[in-house]
């Protein structure tokens, strides 16, 4: 059985969007695109209809990349325990009010035991000075936080 990753939206959007002019942003780009084609198939990929909903905004040609590529990926439930955690996520200070949604995605791949969430949002999630919250409000509330991390923090190197 392969181990489950969260693809948050960021990582959908680094994958399809257009090659950017930035260094840094063209740089995640091409190391999100190794990552899908070189790891993608180790793992079975989960997403939530929060991914969907987000992906599903803007430029209809983006927007319809994007949901092509999520279309095949196993859809985790938004239930109780996740609005729940991700309130108290936000309240207990562990992510600023306006990244409600962020605090959503750790709480979804959290409920479900999900080992690693994939995302290029290294302000409220990827982020090592918050981690050590969200981990201990996790824990508080009896789940086990997700491992947050970039692709390249997840490509493993074989000898």
């Known amino acids: 059985m ?9 990582f959908v959007s680094y994958l ?18 190794d990552w899908w084609d070189t790891r993608r198939a180790d793992y079975e ?19 319809r990349e994007r949901l092509d590529v999520l279309a095949p990926m196993t859809v985790l439930e938004i239930n109780e325990e996740a609005v729940e955690l991700a309130e108290e996520l936000v309240q207990a200070g562990a992510l600023p009010v306006k990244a409600g949604n962020d605090a959503m995605h750790i709480a979804i791949a959290a409920i479900h035991r999900v080992p690693y969430l994939l995302t ?8 090592a000075t918050m981690r050590v919250q969200i981990e201990s409000i996790c824990a508080r509330k009896g789940f086990k936080a997700s491992i947050i991390c970039t692709p390249e ?7």
């Not at 989960?46 to 803007?58: D, R």
């Not at 923090?153 to 000898?159: A, F, H, T």
Request: hydrophobic share 40%.
């Open 120 to 127: 290029w949002n290294c302000r409220h999630m990827a982020n």
């Open 16 to 33: 399809t969007a257009r090659p950017s002019r930035d260094l840094i942003v063209a740089g995640h780009q091409q190391i999100t695109h």
């Open 153 to 159: 923090e997840i490509i493993e190197v074989k000898p």
């Open 45 to 63: 990929l989960c997403v939530s209809q929060l991914v969907f909903q987000e992906a599903g905004e803007g430029d209809l040609r983006a927007v």
């Open 2 to 10: 392969k181990e489950r990753v969260y693809i948050e939206t960021t």
